[in-house]
């Protein structure tokens, strides 16, 4: 008997390893292995899933499995219906969050379906794939919901599996073609996701990670053992895909002091911090790593009330002091920090000052998510509560919510897409730490300037700017050599500003933003900006006097520093 197991991912977001686990966990299982045979197909665009429609009915599986998301749901649907008014007649069984809490509904509303599976899946699966070759029913696996007749039914969830290392790891036994998936991966720009524990301690109302659940760790001599594997193989990045990073921050340090030792091939790894757990030895340690790609940090608003709505007790003194500490120190990796627009309880202005509160912290990009509604959480089962209302189709976008208005949203959406358009650009975050320092105005109140004179013709823009670079040149005089590199890179920025092949503001500020950086290592004007920093310790970087700054300035910014 076969079984093919069918995942979506959409470059250049990682592509996780469920099924692999899945198919690992089931080839042991000793009422499985000998009576299937298990494959994992991994899709991304129309030509590969024409393929694998035509693998399909050229091999007739016995079994389809598929891993729902709330990102790929209409897909997985819409795939499934497809094939089975083609003709399938195999089991088609639906996993993953996406389903975990709305089973009964998928499988009324879509006969198609056969079983979804509620919740973790190895042990389930292995179930299923075992009563089919013993021609037994459904009635005892638990964590399903099943088809029988014209009647749905839905068992009671099975057990969660306490002890991970009973989970046969799908890298160590090369269940996953680690050297072909890193071809796949990379022609793409798409990472992999690699976990190193199950669960999280915390409820957050808009989340469906953990909701509370116990963590369970799998053992960190599996762990590290599987990093130096990924990191052999040829993957480029990778996605460190557990709830929260640091949450055992001795494990976490260990971790990366084993990447830092092991990393030959300068595999770039992305985190999600949790920043009041920080330490002072952690951040440390971050400051000299070179393999980090981007650490996020999950403020999500500071509007108390929306916190409160989100059962969040965000310590702000504590997130903006480790946030900015770990700024300070940390030169090389991406900061990001993540906002959601749309939580009951804030408003347009409750946004706008959560954006100035993480403005003052100097992240490189400030992310933005429009609230989901997630089956399974807090906020889905307490929607009229909340009074949230959402698209009727996954995602799920929130379009209004208790406190936050239809029209707020509409008005925090624009300045968000306006903010990620622009703030993330380092010619731009410069220019306003030069505001900011030369005026005396925050961040944020330079950054609401800016907006203005974006919506103004491009000349004023330019002058505007300029302005503030010249006061830069002349406030750099007590140091002959950053004056004199300064100096140089604003008298090409003027030859600039005279082309009349210039008239894009963006390309504009490419062209002060790439000379700039020749003039001044980037990270150095960071510290610069620091109130503290004394700008004789500035050293030269890169830019040799009298030369010229390369043609391609101002080239490609809608890409650069995206992560």
Not at 232 to 238: C, D, F, H, K, P
Not at 429 to 441: A, D, F, S, W
């Amino acid at each position: 008997m076969e079984a093919i197991l069918i995942g979506r991912y959409n470059p250049p977001e990682s592509m996780g390893m469920g099924l692999y686990y899945l198919k690992a966990y089931a080839d042991k299982d000793p009422g499985v292995n000998g009576a299937f045979s298990i494959k994992t197909r991994f899709v991304n665009d129309d030509p590969g899933v024409d393929s694998l429609f035509q693998e399909i009915f050229d091999t007739a599986p016995d079994v389809l499995g598929f891993s729902c998301h709330v990102w790929n749901i209409e897909w997985v649907l819409g795939f499934v219906h497809r094939i089975r008014h083609a003709g399938f007649k195999g089991l088609m069984v639906l996993g993953g969050p996406e389903v975990s809490y709305t089973g009964v509904e998928i499988l009324k509303a879509n006969p198609a379906v056969d079983i979804a599976v509620k919740g973790e899946g190895e042990k389930t699966f292995a179930e299923i794939l075992t009563c089919i070759a013993s021609n037994g029913c459904f009635e005892g696996i638990g964590g399903i919901v099943y088809r029988q007749g014209t009647g749905v039914f839905e068992n009671p969830r099975a057990l969660l599996i306490k002890d991970l290392a009973l989970v046969p790891s799908p890298i160590l036994d090369e269940t996953i073609d680690l050297k072909a998936t890193a071809m796949q991966l990379n022609s793409t720009g798409t990472s992999l996701a690699f976990q190193t524990y199950r669960g999280c301690p915390f409820k957050c109302s808009f989340c469906g990670w953990g909701g509370g659940e116990i963590v369970r760790e799998f053992p960190l001599a599996r762990v590290t053992e599987e990093l130096d594997m990924i990191m052999a193989s040829g993957v480029n990045r990778v996605w460190y895909t557990d709830s929260i990073s640091n949450l055992n921050r001795e494990r976490f340090r260990r971790i990366l002091e084993h990447i830092n030792k092991n990393n030959k091939n300068r595999v770039v790894f992305d985190f999600e911090i949790f920043v009041e757990l920080l330490d002072d030895e952690t951040i440390e340690l971050i400051s000299r790593l070179d393999f980090l790609g981007y650490l996020a940090l999950g403020l999500q608003t500071s509007n108390p009330a929306a916190l409160k709505n989100l059962n969040r007790k965000t310590d702000l003194n504590k997130f903006k002091t480790n946030s900015v500490r770990l700024r300070r120190v940390n030169k090389k990796t991406e900061m990001r920090i993540d906002i959601v627009i749309g939580l009951p309880g804030d408003n347009f202005e409750g946004f706008r000052d959560t954006l100035k509160f993480a403005a003052e912290i100097n992240p490189h990009r400030l992310q933005f998510h429009n609230l989901s509604l997630l089956p399974g959480t807090q906020f889905y089962d307490q929607r009229e509560k909340f009074s949230i209302k959402c698209d009727a189709k996954p995602p799920r976008y929130v379009t209004e919510s208790y406190g936050f208005s239809l029209d707020d949203m509409a008005k925090a959406k624009d300045l968000a897409a306006r903010t990620d358009n622009y703030f993330s650009l380092p010619e731009v975050r410069l220019t306003l730490l030069h505001v900011k320092r030369i005026e005396g105005i925050t961040l944020w109140e330079a950054f609401e300037g800016f907006l203005l004179h974006v919506d103004q013709d491009s000349a004023i823009v330019e002058s505007a700017l300029l302005k503030y670079f010249k006061k830069a040149v002349n406030s750099s005089k007590s140091n002959n050599d950053i004056y004199a590199r300064l100096s140089d890179a604003i008298a090409y920025i003027s030859t600039v500003f005279g082309r009349a092949s210039m008239p894009d503001t963006i390309g504009t500020f490419g062209s002060m933003g790439r000379v700039f950086e020749f003039a001044v290592d980037e990270m150095t004007l960071y510290d610069y900006f620091d109130e503290d920093f004394n700008i004789s310790q500035i050293p030269t970087k890169r830019f040799a006097l009298g030369s010229s700054p390369p043609a391609s300035a101002g080239s490609d910014l809608s890409t650069r520093f995206r992560g």
